[in-house]
C-alpha cells in the first residue's frame, strides 16, 4: 500500500460531503458544593454514588452502566430513549487519562446514537477546597462528528445536559442542601 491510501474504513465513521466538516468548540461550567473535595471526587469514583447522579436520558430499567475507575480505564453506559413516536438507543463510552484524588479528572469521551458516533469529547474536572467545600470547574472541549439538522441546537443541547448531569452530582454529594 503506497502512503496517503487508506485501506479500511471505519463503519462507525460518517461520511461527509467535501462540503461538511467537523465542528469544533468548547465551554465551562463552574458550581459548588458544601461538600470537600473528597466527597465530590468520590462522588465520580464509586460506582454506588457514580449510577445515582450519572445516567443517560430513558428509563432506569433499560439503562446499563460499567465503570472501571483508573487511569486507563473507562466508563461505558446505555439507555434506550423512547419519546412519542421517536425511540433511540444512547451509548457512551469514556476513557480515564488523568486521576488526581480530590483535584482533577481528565477524560475523553464517545456519544452514540442509534450506532452513529455524534461527538467526541475532552472533559477536565478540577476540583479546588474553597469556604469549607468545593469549587468543580468542568471545561469540555467536543468535536460534532455528525449535526442534528443544521447543528444549531447542538451546542446549547450538550451545555444543557451536563448543567442537568452536575444537578444531578449535587443531590449527591450535598443531599441537605439539594433535594432530588
Known amino acids: 500500500m503506497s502512503p496517503g491510501n487508506v485501506d479500511r ?3 462507525d465513521a460518517p461520511q461527509f460531503g467535501e462540503d461538511q466538516r467537523a465542528s469544533h468548540g468548547s465551554f465551562a461550567l463552574d458550581v459548588t458544593f458544601s461538600a470537600p473535595p473528597e466527597r465530590v471526587y468520590a462522588a465520580f469514583a464509586e460506582p454506588e454514588l457514580r449510577v445515582r447522579w450519572f445516567r443517560l436520558p430513558g428509563e432506569s430499567q433499560t439503562a446499563e452502566h460499567e465503570l472501571d475507575f483508573r487511569v486507563g480505564g473507562g466508563e461505558t453506559a446505555r439507555n ?5 413516536d421517536i425511540q433511540e438507543r444512547l451509548e457512551y463510552r469514556s476513557r ?3 486521576l488526581v484524588p480530590a483535584r482533577r479528572l481528565v477524560y475523553v469521551y464517545e456519544a452514540h ?3 452513529v458516533r455524534r461527538w467526541v469529547s475532552l472533559v477536565t474536572i ?3 477546597a474553597q469556604d469549607g467545600g468545593t469549587r468543580l470547574d468542568w471545561t469540555e472541549q467536543y468535536t460534532y462528528l455528525v449535526l442534528s439538522g443544521d447543528g444549531m441546537q447542538d451546542t446549547a443541547h450538550l451545555r444543557g445536559g451536563t448543567r442537568l448531569i452536575l444537578n ?6 450535598d443531599p441537605e442542601r ?3
Open 9 to 11: 474504513v471505519d463503519q
Open 80 to 84: 434506550l430513549f423512547v419519546s412519542g
Open 168 to 173: 444531578g452530582l449535587a443531590t449527591v454529594v
Open 113 to 115: 446514537v442509534d450506532g
Open 96 to 98: 480515564f487519562v488523568d
Open 126 to 128: 478540577e476540583l479546588t
Open 178 to 180: 439539594y433535594r432530588a
